[in-house]
């Protein structure tokens, strides 16, 4: 069974920082891309940033490019999403989702979610 399971949420104020971490189980989590894709109330979910099986590929909004920054640690079976800079527009539900595919992944397709942490940025 797979499971994915994000901490490191909470409330922070803007300017501050925070780290998001997602455990997964179940899988060869060296073999999948893994992402972190956000929602905020009455929106969509929308695309933050993903990473490749070894790191080597990473891609990020242009809404975040610049202040958060993923990385992985396969031996921890672990992706991180470091977060600074925070405005209140970064308020949602973020979870990580993982894929085979990095390019589904990508468009937010993955085959594997979290239940998702819940970040709030106050003004």
Do not use: H
């Not at 933050?48 to 080597?56: A, D, N």
């Not at 539900?93 to 390019?103: G, I, K």
């Not at 990508?106 to 819940?118: D, F, K, S, V």
């Amino acid at each position: 069974q797979v499971r994915l399971v994000e901490s490191g949420g909470g409330l922070v104020q803007a300017g501050g920082s925070l780290v998001l971490s997602c455990a997964a189980s179940g899988l060869t989590f060296s073999r999948y891309a893994m992402a972190w894709i956000r929602q905020a109330p009455g929106k969509e979910r929308e695309f933050v940033s993903i990473i490749s099986w070894t790191s080597t590929v990473t891609d990020y909004s242009n809404s975040v490019k610049g202040r958060f920054s993923i990385s992985r640690d396969n031996a921890k079976n672990t992706v991180y999403l470091q977060m600074n800079s925070l405005k209140p527009e970064d308020t949602a539900v973020y979870y990580c989702a993982a894929d085979v595919s990095f390019q589904q992944l990508r468009q937010i397709g993955g085959r594997y979610w979290g239940q998702g942490t819940q970040v709030t940025v106050s003004s």
